[in-house]
C-alpha cells in the first residue's frame, strides 16, 4: 500500500538583487517584509521557514517577503545599514518602518504583522 505525499505550497517569496530592489518594494502598495540574510548564517537559515510560512499565510492580507541575500547585493545592505543578519525591515507602501535584528520567532513576527495589518 502507497501513500500519496501531500505536496507542500510553494511559499511565495521573491528573491531581490541591488538592480531590482527598487522596483519590487515601490513596485507595489501595502506590507513587504525584507529579510536579509546570507546562506552561511545559521540563524538566517532558521528564519528561512518561518519567513515561508509566513508568506503563505498572509499573502491574501498583501504582506510580501522579500529576501536579499547582503553578500550578493552589498550596494543594498549597505544602504539600508545592515549590520547584522538576519535582519528584518517592513516596508509600508514603499517606506522603512521599523526593522527586527536577529532570530525572531513566529509568535512575534505575527505580532508585529496584524499591528501593521491594522488601520
Known sequence: MFFKKKQKAVAP??????DDFDVI???????????????WCG????????LDEIAIEY??????????????????AQRFEIR???TLIFFEDGEPAFEMVGL????VLEREIL???TP
Do not use: Y
Open 13 to 18: 517569496v521573491v528573491h531581490a538583487t541591488d
Open 59 to 76: 499573502a491574501d492580507r498583501g504582506v510580501r517577503v522579500v529576501k536579499v541575500n547582503s553578500d550578493q547585493a552589498p550596494e543594498t
Open 84 to 86: 547584522s543578519i538576519p
Open 104 to 107: 525572531v520567532p513566529k509568535p
Open 115 to 117: 499591528a501593521c495589518l
Open 25 to 39: 518594494i515601490g513596485g507595489e502598495p501595502g506590507l513587504a517584509i525584507v529579510d536579509f540574510w546570507a546562506p
Open 43 to 50: 540563524p538566517c537559515r532558521m528564519m528561512g521557514p518561518i
